[in-house]
């Protein structure tokens, strides 16, 4: 059984584009629409958020993204449902995100399980402590060949940061500053040289740059020091005002890449 | 003590850390260090001295002539409501002011319901001369505005809660947030029980004061350290945490734990966890919480802010699996009717949340002799309007 995360790893090793939404957002169905265009316009990780009524990582736009989600309806059970349409036209590895009280509630076995069943790579669940992981759910993910994440931060200490790479199949996500989610302007230069730490760390893990990533220039930057970089809040700010979705996914991804 | 945190930070299945991994390094040396600083003799000394004459304490327990002739029992108050700033709350906020101090915190965030960790947070930033925000939910700023004046009077700055119910469950996620975006400077004052280990445990610890005094008291009373009952209303569980202490592995005292019905436990407006909630995680750790079938957080509702919360701290969930502790409930008509009892009564306007555990009393049978102490943890000075609307006086 392969894992198209890390087959995507091993083939591709700059430049890499993941893309965040909420599912259910704008509106409850527009998840499949939003994957398949996705996939059209040249992205290269889908990572749909499984929305919650306290996202507390999330700053204003992720947070209304997932209200909204839960006013229109969307659930965990409904998502996967979603994500078995998606898998009957797009290739592209998909990423589940999302806090833990859900998927306790599915239930983390079952939740793993089910995921990996129609087709989702990985799964990113920043509130899942690390030891828990570890002693829990480390040996089935690795039955499932699913991969997980975990978040770093700047100020994430190396031994940390060494036994992160070691849980870690896939990709580590280096959360580019201390804060919450959202687009920031450009990096500075503690940012720079933290980017830098983690190139020269050599972990054996490739690593992803999110948070403040918005436009070519910070993904083009990022891209310098990483395999790549995740985008979110700027492509949820896109969702709310697109017209026509396809067109406008494409326009975005193709302007990120350019 | 079978009852408090076990070295992992768990409370039997509750508790533990389930934080984002920006806010592990703050939590972390948290864990690594406050049990050191808190029980170094230069701290204790700083504490205690603080107490005495800055709180005000030892609070009297308080024979209740007229409410044990009414229930039957030899009825006692913890005046927790004559602490400086009027409630339980302080007990906590100078504890922990004095560990960011010595952690090399310059400045200091809170959420708050009631105002009351709000205005306790407030205060000792100002006696320690930090900076101060609090995060405070847009409704509960409408109802508690008397707090919210006292707080900016005091120097600290309160920023609304917009999302969610913009109660005190938004209030803290905003806290949180804060937290993520200043991991290095900052020190997040929580109120409550609740949160990532080791808070509620070092919550717990610095109001265990409460339990500890009532023993003394007690003791000098009547003779005898254990009374029959402990009475305490349960929001987060702070008040409930202290009263409870140093009792906990006396398994002979009955422990009473009182939830905020809201207008009855299944009207769909209640913050009665423990009969509606399920395991979850919460702001940091495994409790119980109120939520639908999905893991979505469901908006609690009590008549008092300070008991507005969907979940209770680990350690009242564990004593709750395990017996340990009854948990109860009152409405919020039960809890304005009993607060102007005491009113009446003793002269006494309580806190509407403090209110909750004097109105759970008519729910038991009690022996003439029992003693029986309700920790009357806040003052009603703040909740004046809320009475006034309530009317029926």
């Given at each position: 059984m392969k894992n198209r995360i890390t087959e995507l790893f091993a083939k591709k090793k700059g430049n890499i584009l993941n893309v965040y939404y909420t599912a259910g957002f704008p509106a409850l169905n527009d998840t499949v629409r939003?994957?398949?265009?996705?996939?059209?316009?040249?992205?290269?990780?889908?990572?749909?958020?499984?929305?919650?009524?306290?996202?507390?990582?999330?700053?204003?736009?992720?947070?209304?993204?997932?209200?909204?989600?839960?006013?229109?309806?969307?659930?965990?059970?409904?998502?996967?449902?979603?994500v078995k349409e998606i898998r009957k036209t797009v290739s592209l590895p998909i990423i589940l995100m999302g806090y833990i009280n859900p998927v306790i509630q599915y239930g983390v076995e079952k939740f793993a399980k089910d995921a990996s069943a129609l087709g989702v790579d990985g799964v990113i669940?920043?509130?899942?402590?690390?030891?828990?992981?570890?002693?829990?759910?480390?040996?089935?993910?690795?039955?499932?060949?699913?991969?997980?994440?975990?978040?770093?931060?700047?100020?994430?200490?190396?031994?940390?940061?060494?036994?992160?790479?070691?849980?870690?199949?896939?990709?580590?996500?280096?959360?580019?500053?201390?804060?919450?989610?959202?687009?920031?302007?450009?990096?500075?230069?503690?940012?720079?040289?933290?980017?830098?730490?983690?190139?020269?760390?050599?972990?054996?893990?490739?690593?992803?740059?999110?948070?403040?990533?918005?436009?070519?220039?910070?993904?083009?930057?990022?891209?310098q020091y990483s395999a790549g970089a995740i985008v979110g809040s700027a492509f949820i700010n896109l969702l709310r005002e697109a017209k026509d979705i396809s067109a406008d996914v494409d326009a975005f991804v193709k302007s990120l890449k350019k | 003590m079978k009852y408090t945190v076990d070295q992992r930070g768990y409370y039997g299945q509750f508790g533990g850390a389930y934080i984002p991994e920006m806010l592990y390094p703050n939590v972390e040396e948290l864990r690594n260090k406050?049990?050191?600083?808190?029980?170094?003799?230069?701290?204790?000394?700083?504490?205690?001295?603080?107490?005495?004459?800055?709180?005000?304490?030892?609070?009297?327990?308080?024979?209740?002539?007229?409410?044990?002739?009414?229930?039957?029992?030899?009825?006692?108050?913890?005046?927790?409501?004559?602490?400086?700033?009027?409630?339980?709350?302080?007990?906590?906020?100078?504890?922990?002011?004095?560990?960011?101090?010595?952690?090399?915190?310059?400045?200091?965030?809170?959420?708050?319901?009631?105002?009351?960790?709000?205005?306790?947070?407030?205060?000792?930033?100002?006696?320690?001369?930090?900076?101060?925000?609090?995060?405070m939910g847009k409704v509960d700023m409408e109802r508690q505005r008397p707090n919210v004046e006292r707080m900016r009077i005091l120097g600290a700055k309160v920023v609304p809660a917009l999302s969610g119910s913009m109660t005190l469950k938004d209030a803290t996620n905003e806290a949180l947030r804060h937290w993520i975006n200043n991991p290095t400077d900052t020190h997040y004052i929580i109120g409550s029980v609740v949160g990532p280990h080791p808070y509620p445990d070092m919550v717990a610890r610095f109001q265990s004061v409460i339990s500890e005094e009532m023993k003394k008291q007690l003791q000098?009373?009547?003779?005898?350290?254990?009374?029959?009952?402990?009475?305490?209303?349960?929001?987060?569980?702070?008040?409930?945490?202290?009263?409870?202490?140093?009792?906990l592995d006396d398994e002979h005292v009955n422990l009473v734990g009182v939830e905020a019905a809201g207008k009855g436990v299944d009207s769909g407006e209640s913050a009665a966890t423990t009969a509606l909630g399920k395991v979850g995680v919460l702001h940091g750790s495994k409790m119980l919480?109120?939520?639908?079938?999905?893991?979505?957080?469901?908006?609690?509702?009590?008549?008092?802010?300070?008991?507005?919360?969907?979940?209770?701290?680990?350690?009242?969930?564990?004593?709750?699996?395990?017996?340990?502790?009854k948990f109860v409930s009152a409405t919020d008509d039960e809890a304005m009717k009993a607060g102007i009892e005491l009113g009446k009564l003793e002269g006494i306007i309580p806190a509407?949340?403090?209110?909750?555990?004097?109105?759970?009393?008519?729910?038991?049978?009690?022996?003439?002799?029992?003693?029986?102490?309700?920790?009357l943890s806040g003052r009603g000075d703040k909740d004046l309007e809320t009475y006034i609307r309530w009317g029926k006086y």
């Open positions: 939003i994957a398949q265009a996705l996939e059209k316009a040249g992205a290269d990780i889908i990572e749909i958020g499984i929305p919650f009524s306290d996202p507390v990582a999330d700053g204003p736009t992720i947070q209304e993204s997932n209200k909204i989600a839960l006013d229109n309806g969307m659930t965990l059970h409904l998502l996967l449902e979603q669940i920043p509130d899942l402590p690390l030891h828990e992981f570890e002693e829990q759910y480390k040996a089935l993910f690795k039955s499932l060949n699913l991969c997980n994440t975990f978040l770093i931060s700047p100020t994430t200490s190396e031994e940390r940061i060494r036994k992160i790479d070691a849980a870690t199949e896939g990709f580590i996500y280096a959360v580019s500053a201390s804060s919450i989610t959202g687009a920031k302007g450009d990096f500075s230069s503690e940012q720079v040289q933290y980017f830098e730490r983690l190139q020269n760390l050599k972990l054996k893990n490739p690593f992803l740059i999110g948070f403040g990533i918005s436009n070519h220039s910070t993904f083009a930057k990022a891209s | 406050y049990l050191q600083i808190i029980q170094s003799d230069d701290f204790k000394k700083e504490f205690q001295d603080l107490l005495k004459n800055y709180v005000g304490r030892p609070t009297p327990l308080y024979h209740a002539a007229r409410m044990s002739e009414k229930y039957g029992a030899k009825i006692y108050l913890k005046r927790e409501d004559l602490c400086h700033t009027g409630a339980h709350k302080v007990n906590n906020t100078i504890g922990q002011i004095l560990l960011a101090k010595r952690l090399g915190k310059e400045k200091i965030i809170a959420e708050t319901g009631a105002g009351q960790h709000g205005v306790a947070t407030a205060t000792v930033c100002a006696l320690m001369g930090m900076e101060c925000v609090v995060y000098e009373e009547i003779g005898n350290p254990f009374p029959d009952y402990v009475f305490a209303c349960v929001g987060g569980g702070s008040n409930a945490a202290g009263a409870f202490y140093h009792f919480l109120m939520q639908t079938e999905d893991g979505q957080v469901v908006e609690p509702h009590s008549i008092s802010a300070g008991l507005d919360y969907p979940g209770i701290g680990p350690m009242h969930a564990h004593l709750f699996e395990t017996g340990r502790v509407i949340e403090s209110a909750h555990a004097l109105a759970a009393l008519n729910q038991f049978e009690f022996d003439k002799d029992d003693v029986v102490v309700v920790n």
